[in-house]
């Protein structure tokens, strides 16, 4: 798997590269899976143009939607919508104490996931927690904690076993 540079995700984004649209089977994954909880916020990784982002927000999450290209972000910005705050961040290199909040119900990485390599890092760096407004729990680098099931890196891979 090659690793693009910043400049290189920027480039893609110019030069009107897109992926592959948010699916109906992707959405009634997420509807079934990991509905929004009362006061719910989302982390959506490697955000790109924010569709994904979006569709959370739509569904009732406050998101925190991050990527390393400010051109995709710039894009994501003048689409709009309600519910979903930018910040341009590289999870594998930049302080992860710059995210907006300590603890997210539920973080996504949609097709970006492939593109980590430190992937012990973005898992664990800042602790991964995660949980309800009340109730936090602390999840591990590979499985939710117990009765969590929460957790979501992407929705093909949601912490398998
Ligand atoms: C294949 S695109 C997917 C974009 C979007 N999630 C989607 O589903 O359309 C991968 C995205 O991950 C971003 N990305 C790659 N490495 C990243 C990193 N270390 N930190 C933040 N974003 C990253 C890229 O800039 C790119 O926008």
New binding site residues.
Partial sequence: MAHPTPEE?DAHYTSGGR?RPLGDAERRLLAAHVPAPARGFALD?????G??ARHLAGSGYRVDA????AT?LAEARRTGGPGVGYLR????RDDLARLPHPAYDLITV???WP??RDRTRVRTSPPPVCGSWRRRRRCGPTRPAPGCGRCCWTPSTAYPG
């Fill in positions: 995700w992926f990784v490697g955000c790109g143009l569709e994904l991050v990527d390393l290209s995709a961040l590289d999870v594998e949609r097709l970006a593109f980590v």
